[in-house]
């Protein structure tokens, strides 16, 4: 059975995608360790409900036979898109719909025809990426893979593909980070700390910005510099720098009048549908994303 994942993860690497495999027995250990987060005040309440409300461990109600799950990352870089005559950056993770689709396509289309089934599984995928082995932490708790430095999209697989060994382990730093304080310095919230290895996640800019609630005071507009989520400490990480190089082309342009529209507040109902299909090409049509794009677009452009 050993020889499966060896092939999964050397057909997924095949396809673009780097992978490793984790047995279902490691489900626990990673939510409890989202737990003692909140239990030691590493994370504040309020936080721990944000960084937890996507997240189901009950494996059961996916695939019940599980016996496995497959981490997954596929390379993804920042997408500029232009409103009118501005261009803005959506970082990597934030276009999801169409990288989750194909992965799960290479992941099924290797294990069906095996006899295995495959659920999408919904949890902290970066804690899973780390522990597998799959990726290492930066100082900015941001997770890094060889190749692919932090522009990657993650996915995550429940199978009942049996996993008898795994390389789980303890969350390592890379060690280029134990001497380079490049982000951490870089950071305008400063919350990458030197005292310890966890940030101050509550006080990251990507916290604020990706919620609904007011922007509190002390957050400068200047700081902004993506539509969503912050890049300021993977622009100056040395390990992302070729990446950084390699920007994409606009993939979608929005007109004067359709950014108008979208700054005006108009509700994603009455927004012309050619308008509402670019909007969701990107993603930012979601429940989540639609509410705060008037008020992000705004601090990018100085509407």
């Known amino acids: 059975m ?7 993860i050397e057909s997924l690497a095949n396809n673009g995608c780097k992978a490793q495999v984790v047995s279902i027995s490691r489900l626990a250990e990673a939510e409890s360790a989202l737990i003692e987060l909140k239990r030691s005040g590493a994370v ?26 497959i981490v997954a990352a596929s390379p993804q870089l920042s997408t500029q898109v232009l409103f009118g005559s501005h261009a803005v950056i959506i970082p990597p993770t934030y276009i999801y719909s169409e990288i989750w689709k194909k992965q799960l396509e290479l992941v099924a289309g290797f294990l069906q025809p095996r006899g295995y089934h495959v659920a999408r599984a919904r ?24 190749g692919m430095g932090s522009f990657f999209r993650l996915a995550a697989f429940y199978s009942d593909m049996p996993c008898e060994h795994d390389g789980w382990g303890a969350p390592e730093m890379m060690k280029l980070c134990q001497t380079c304080k490049l982000c951490r310095d870089k950071c305008p919230t400063g919350c990458i700390s030197a005292d310890r290895f966890l940030i101050h ?4 800019l990507t916290h604020f910005n990706e919620s609904e609630n007011p922007l509190p005071g002390w957050i400068k507009p200047e700081w902004h510099n993506a539509l969503l989520g912050c890049m300021k400490c993977q622009k100056v990480c040395p390990l992302d720098k070729e990446l950084l190089e390699k920007p994409e082309d606009a993939i979608e342009k929005f007109t004067v009048a359709e950014t108008e529209e979208i700054l005006a507040g108009t509700p994603l109902e009455n927004l012309r549908p050619a308008t ?9 049509a979601d429940s989540d994303v639609y509410p705060i794009l008037k008020r992000n677009l705004s601090l990018l452009i100085g509407a």
């Open 2 to 8: 050993a020889a499966h994942i060896s092939e999964l």
């Open 44 to 69: 504040n309440a309020d936080f721990y409900s944000e960084l937890t409300r996507y997240l189901n461990f009950d494996y059961q109600a996916a695939l019940p036979q599980a016996r496995s799950i």
């Open 123 to 146: 949890l902290p995928f970066k804690t899973l990426a780390v522990r597998s082995g799959l990726g290492k932490y930066g100082r900015n708790n941001i997770c890094y893979i060889t």
């Open 201 to 204: 996640a509550d006080r990251c």
């Open 276 to 284: 509402v299909t670019k909007l969701e090409s990107l993603c930012l």
